[in-house]
Nanobody, 111 residues
């Protein structure tokens, strides 16, 4: 499956962004999809995952601020990011299954 991530940009602290990850095929059969991020000089880390059954998991630093959800009919997974902080600045990648990664979208949180 090919993934196309979009929605990144520059936002002020406290602001919101919604990232989208569009898959090239149906996501109904993909057990888990997720978002990861990589900041300069840091390892790639988990942001959030969602299973085909709707179960979600979040990294500790984004709990209660970010929400992951999937729209099966659109073959798309979203990441709603609220109350953004400068430390959320990173390249965000979507992932489907074990091996399929999108190209990344830059999120910069700065005043």
């Amino acid at each position: 499956v090919q993934l196309q991530a979009s929605g990144g940009g520059l936002v002020q602290p406290g602001g919101s962004l919604r990232l989208s990850c569009a898959a090239s095929e149906s996501i109904f059969s993909i057990y888990v999809m997720g978002w990861y991020r990589e900041a300069p000089g840091k390892q790639r880390e988990l942001v959030a995952t969602i299973t085909s059954g709707g179960s979600t998991n979040y990294g500790d630093s984004v709990k209660d601020r970010f929400t992951i959800f999937r729209h099966g009919a659109k073959n798309t997974v979203y990441l709603q990011m609220n109350s953004l902080k400068p430390e959320d600045t990173a390249v965000y990648y979507c992932k489907a299954g074990r091996y399929s990664w999108g190209q990344g979208t830059q999120v910069t949180v700065s005043s």
